[in-house]
């Protein structure tokens, strides 16, 4: 109905989406099981997507119908308890997205291509839909016995979440840096969690297969490292967050890869504990920082128009430190129980497929490092040091999703139930640390992000007591004796990579800019789709050349096919 | 072989003759307008790193060095030096610049000495070179020590400096002024102690030299750094180059001639080759000088009105000077320095390199803003 | 390479520097040892034409004297380096000093002598005595050069960067009174090293007096 609504007045249709947002809020915090945290997160997603929306849509009527569609769509997916409604909300997500994109620019590309890779996921999963009904007789999601639906099926989510072995790292920061700021926030941060609980649904449904585990934990590390070093060497703003999106994609991957090697039974389940608290982490953080996003003017990073607050200022860092996997926030608990699953299936299975695990731990690590650095890079150009002081509505909004963050870090013990400790001689009560164990009773790390949080208060408050308030001199820049007159710009900040790593990133310099090729991976697959479309034009052509008589012989053997298919069956 | 020198007031100055006009100018290929994410980045005038006050604009887009415009104006100095007397004249030029004060006196000399009757002994221009040859010493060793101080290296920046303080302390018995101060005059040469002995000097350089050239990590740090091959390059930055650029060899007026030395080349073009070449130099100028008997020395000389001009190859190329002298005064003066060729040569050389680079290659040309900054009024 | 050899290089550097010696002079608790003589106090009587009214009435004043040579043989070296003037100093910096030379419109010489006290015959980080890269980690400000029109706002700036307690040093005639080349520094200096260009050891005295040691 807010559907309706919302063609006519923008406000009102954005107010009732938000308040059956926080309806689905409830029913996933009432249902109990795995499922209910997606709930819970996406709801919370589309609340302050909405509310956003309502101090951010200056677009044409277009916009705010088309997004509480989306929205729609991705409720019925999460939903679904047969195949056909998953892949109608599938669709219902997928349409209104492409149209979103295509209208905002009236660029076509970017919208296509959106198009063009959705229903390329969705033919996989359809398949894998397929080839489930046919196993298992049931158009309901029920247990099956073979995980040939799965590894398709998880082929095709893979895609919609812009994984790195389908060479195409490109599209999703196309797609999604290419809509207006509360559409990149639902697309980048639900969508690809819909994405993401697929293949947990389908995992937990199907029976174990270790290699697709060690398949995809090598996948996810590899698209963590190389999301990471685009997103600190891009300039776009939305950009960057996409291939943000894409490095925390890589990581919720890892985590299902771990769980579907099941070393022990104990890591399994921390590891979907990651699975859900990386969800957490990414898709709430990734919501603020497009909202940061969409309080700026302008596209390229180092000419942007700002307003900013101090209340902006601690928001956003909030946020960036969060997503570069700092505690105490939930980015913070997230990274390190990612680590600390890794490193423990390594330690226990003390074969040489533990390599497998500590090449991703340590390229994950080289990831996070890259992340921070494109944190940094962000959060600095768009609402710390530079920009005009003003309020906004829109600056309180990804302000409190700050602080939510922060407090999710410390109720984060709720998301790992199993795996929680306390030692009290040390004045930390049970139920405050979160442990990782590897098998019952056998403890390999641990971290207390509440005791984080408050041990940065309480120094801080002594160190203000001891020392009372800090004396401040107001003074000139020194700048070798004369007035400041450049600023760094944010393309310079990263130039050190694109210098560094210029073989990997194919960085030329010209002789007025200096570029690189953020994919080289999607020069090949270009290079193959080029080759597949000359070989399918010129095999059309050989069997469609106009000739009455070859189509005469196409039809009678189209007829004695059907009519044998009919006799068999 | 003719060259092309540069611009020396209204005449354009060539390796054997001069002709009154501006020089062909070399269009420069203008950069295109900053691109996106490029800045200009302010390296001075007030700096540690800096040796003088210059200001330094480098237009990067981070890291990458896509242009660089020297300003050496900040200091520019005004040299109330028309009008003057001769012997008031040379007072004004020994303080130009300090490290090039025996080249600037004597091409200054030389140009009076053009315009002059007299036949000057051949004892005074053996020690005109003398001091000449001790002040390329000292200035090569002195750029040595700069760049391996750019490069953190401690033991032999040290060395060099003790090595350094050693040669002051032997000009300034020599002559009574380490830089040369108030010891060239119209009518004689200031000496302060003829026995000064300079054996020792050679064996101590030369063993800082042979390790410094074998250390690798050092070597990496000046080897494809700041490659310029320019014809119209002076001094060592020309030599480095492979050409055979040196106006001791080309202007008659001072006798070297007479003395055994050879040229030192290279063939790299770049701040390693600049460091080979002042190293070769200053075992040949150790060589010219255990070959000059010291003693001081008057003599007459008389000063027609006239104009003449007046070239030596200081430490860091050629330092020429046009004077034009009227009833005992000068009249009109101009000064083609050095440095302020190389400044052009190293804008050149600096592109297409990275920040890191830039020390390096700015101290490997051996430049000196205050004889660029300066106008005769 | 192995890490033998590059153990044996960096050995190798370590033995060159101990095999050269102790180079360092004991001055200022010993006299100086080769001092170049127009750097140091003249002394003499007569009337001579000085250039920069240096001499007048008999009395040499050390803070325009460019050591032109045009007063002998009157008045002739004395070798005597004290030629410094400390008028004002400050005790806390006696075991830590960080310098910050600027150069507002040198010929080059005073910064080659000022350069030249860190070599090891002088050594000045025996007392304490360092170069500092920028204005704001500096506790004196060492002036050189006559002031011209382009460094007036880098030298105020520079001031005015440095923070409280600090020291102003001019060094060399033309910080003091311009020499023959034009006018002194527009700030009052603290400390006054007079000299065309002074002698390290002068420097060095003056900067160990004006840090508080009295030795």
């Known amino acids: 109905m807010s559907i309706f609504l919302s063609i006519f007045k923008k406000k009102i249709g954005y107010a009732l989406s938000a308040i059956t947002s926080i309806i689905f809020v409830y029913y996933g915090i009432t249902i109990g099981n795995i499922y209910g945290y997606f709930f819970i997160i996406s709801g919370l997603v589309w609340l302050f997507s909405s509310i956003f929306s309502i101090f951010y849509d200056t677009y044409g009527k277009w916009l705010s119908p088309l997004f509480i569609t989306s929205i729609l769509g991705m409720a019925i997916a ?75 099926i998880t082929f095709g989510f893979m895609i919609k979440m812009g994984i790195f072995p389908f060479l195409v790292t490109e599209w999703l920061p196309i797609a999604h840096g290419n809509s207006p700021a509360n559409a990149s926030a639902i697309l980048s941060a639900t969508m690809t969690l819909v994405a993401a609980y697929g293949i947990v649904k389908m995992m937990l449904l199907s029976p174990d297969i270790p290699i697709l585990g060690y398949i995809l934990m090598g996948i996810g590390g590899f698209s963590i490292f190389f999301g990471a070093l685009y997103a600190y060497i891009s300039e776009h703003v939305k950009g960057l967050l996409a291939f943000s999106t894409i490095e925390n994609n890589g990581a919720i991957l890892s985590a299902i890869g771990v769980y579907m090697t099941y070393p022990t039974k104990t890591i399994a389940e921390f590891a979907l504990d990651v699975i859900v608290t990386f969800a957490f982490a990414h898709s709430i953080a990734k919501t603020g920082l497009f909202m940061i996003s969409g309080t700026v003017e302008g596209e390229a990073l180092s000419k942007l128009k700002i307003i900013r607050n101090k209340l902006g200022e601690i928001g956003g860092i909030l946020l960036a430190s969060s997503m570069s996997g700092l505690l105490p926030n939930i980015g913070g608990v997230a990274t390190w129980s990612l680590l600390e699953s890794l490193f ?40 710390v040091f530079k920009g005009i002081t003003g309020k906004s509505a829109k600056i309180t909004i990804f302000s409190i999703i700050g602080f939510v963050i922060l407090i999710l870090g410390s109720l984060s013990y709720l998301l790992f139930r199993n795996f ?92 007025d800019s200096l570029e690189t090729s953020t994919d080289i991976f999607w020069k090949v697959m270009y290079y193959i789709a080029k080759k597949y479309v000359s070989f399918s034009r010129r095999l059309a052509r050989s069997y469609m050349n106009s000739s009455i008589s070859w189509y005469i012989i196409y039809m009678i053997l189209a007829f004695i096919l059907i009519t044998i298919l009919v006799v068999i069956l | ?66 242009n660089i415009k020297v300003n050496p104006n900040y200091k520019k100095r005004e040299i109330r030096i028309l009008d003057k007397s001769i012997e008031d004249a040379i007072l004004y030029i020994e303080r130009i610049n300090a490290a090039f004060s025996a080249s600037h006196v004597i091409s200054f000399l030389s140009a009076i000495d053009k315009i002059s009757e007299s036949d000057i002994d051949s004892d ?7 001091q000449i040859e001790m002040e390329r010493i000292r200035n ?73 050239i074998e250390n690798r990590i050092f070597i990496d740090r000046l080897q494809g750094n700041g490659i310029i091959k320019d014809e119209r ?81 200081s430490p860091s190329g050629d330092s020429a000077y046009f004077v034009k002298v009227n009833n005992g005064k000068v009249v009109n003066i101009d000064l083609l320095s050095p440095s302020s060729i190389n400044i052009e040569l190293f804008s050149k050389s600096m592109v297409k390199n990275i920040f890191t680079d830039f020390s390096f290659n700015w101290e490997s040309f051996g430049i000196w803003i205050s004889e660029v900054g300066v106008r005769f009024i | 390479m192995d890490i033998g050899s590059w153990g044996e290089i960096y050995m190798n550097w370590f033995l060159k520097g101990l095999k050269k010696g102790i180079k360092t002079e004991k001055f200022p608790k010993t006299n100086p040892i080769d001092i170049a003589p127009w750097s140091t106090e003249l002394n003499g009587s007569g009337n001579v034409n000085c250039p920069t009214k240096a001499i007048d009435n008999g009395s040499w004043n050390s803070e325009r004297c460019i050591y032109c040579r045009r007063c002998y043989p009157l008045y002739s070296p004395t070798g005597n380096i004290d030629i ?18 600027i150069d507002i419109g040198t010929c080059g010489g005073c910064n080659l002598e000022l350069k030249l006290i860190s070599s090891p015959q002088y050594d000045m980080t025996r007392f304490g005595i360092f170069f500092t890269n920028t204005p704001r980690h500096a506790d004196a400000l060492i002036i050189m050069g006559i002031m011209t029109e382009g460094m007036k706002e880098p030298l105020l700036n520079a001031y005015e960067a440095m923070p409280e307690p600090k020291l102003i040093i001019a060094l060399g005639v033309c910080a003091i009174s311009g020499g023959i080349l034009g006018t002194g520094s527009q700030i009052k200096p603290d400390v006054i090293i007079p000299g065309c260009p002074p002698n390290p050891y002068t420097i060095l005295k003056a900067l160990i007096e004006a840090k508080g040691d009295k030795e």
């Open chain 2, 124 to 130: 005074v221009l053996n020690l005109r070179i003398l």
């Open chain 1, 344 to 383: 423990m299936e390594a330690y226990i299975l003390h074969s040489t497929l533990s390599s497998i695990s500590i090449i991703t731990g340590s390229v994950i690590a080289m990831g996070e490092g890259f992340a921070s650095a494109a944190m940094i890079k962000f959060i600095s150009y768009t609402q």
């Open chain 1, 78 to 152: 999460l939903t679904a308890r047969t195949y056909i409604e998953f892949l109608a909300g599938w669709e219902i997500m997928t349409i209104p997205a492409y149209a979103i994109i295509g209208l905002n620019r009236k660029l076509d590309s970017p919208a296509f291509i959106f198009m063009g890779f959705g229903e390329l996921s969705t033919i996989l999963i359809f398949a894998g839909f397929i080839y489930a009904y046919t196993t298992s007789n049931s158009f309901y999601f029920t247990a099956l016995d073979t995980y040939i639906p799965l590894i398709v």
């Open chain 2, 233 to 313: 390059s002076i001094g060592p930055a020309a030599r480095a180059a492979g050409f055979y650029y040196d106006a001791r060899i080309e202007d008659e007026f001072l006798p070297y001639k007479d003395f055994d030395f050879k040229i030192s080349t290279y063939n790299s073009a770049d701040a390693f080759g600049r460091l080979i070449v002042r190293s070769e130099e200053i075992f040949e100028s150790l060589r010219i000088i255990s070959q000059i008997k010291v003693k001081s020395k008057e003599y007459k000389i008389k000063v027609n009105d006239g104009e003449g001009i007046g070239r030596v190859e």
């Open chain 3, 84 to 101: 410094f003037k400390v008028n004002k100093k400050n005790n806390i910096f006696r075991r830590s000093f960080y310098v910050y030379p």
């Open chain 1, 420 to 511: 929680i400790y306390g030692v009290p001689s040390l004045g930390i009560p049970n139920g405050f640390i979160i442990i990782s164990e590897y098998s019952s009773g056998k403890i390999f790390g641990d971290i207390s992000p509440f005791y984080v949080l408050i041990l940065i208060v309480v120094f801080s408050l002594l160190t203000l007591g001891i020392f009372g308030k800090p004396k401040v001199r107001k003074t000139n820049t020194w700048n070798n004796g004369i007035k400041p007159r450049e600023e760094y710009t944010a393309f310079a900040f990263a130039n050190n990579i694109r210098l560094m790593l210029s073989k990997l990133l194919r960085t030329e310099i010209k002789g």
């Open chain 2, 1 to 66: 072989m003719r060259r092309l020198i540069g611009q020396l007031g209204k005449f354009c100055l060539y390796s054997d003759t001069y002709f009154e006009g501006t020089c062909p100018h070399i269009e420069n290929e203008e950069i295109a307008n900053s691109p996106y994410g490029a800045f200009n980045f302010t390296y001075g005038p007030s700096a540690g790193g800096l040796f003088e006050s210059v200001g330094i604009d480098i237009n990067t887009f981070g890291e990458y060095i896509r």
């Open chain 2, 140 to 212: 090569n060793l002195f750029v040595i020590e700069r760049l391996v101080e750019s490069a953190g290296f401690q033991v032999p920046l040290y060395q060099l400096q003790y090595l350094i303080e050693n040669v002051n302390r032997k000009i300034g018995k020599l002559f009574g002024h380490r830089y040369f101060f108030g010891v060239n005059s119209v009518r004689k040469i200031n000496i302060n102690d003829p026995k000064v002995d300079f054996t020792g000097i050679e064996r101590e350089f030369k063993t800082i030299y042979e390790d410094i």
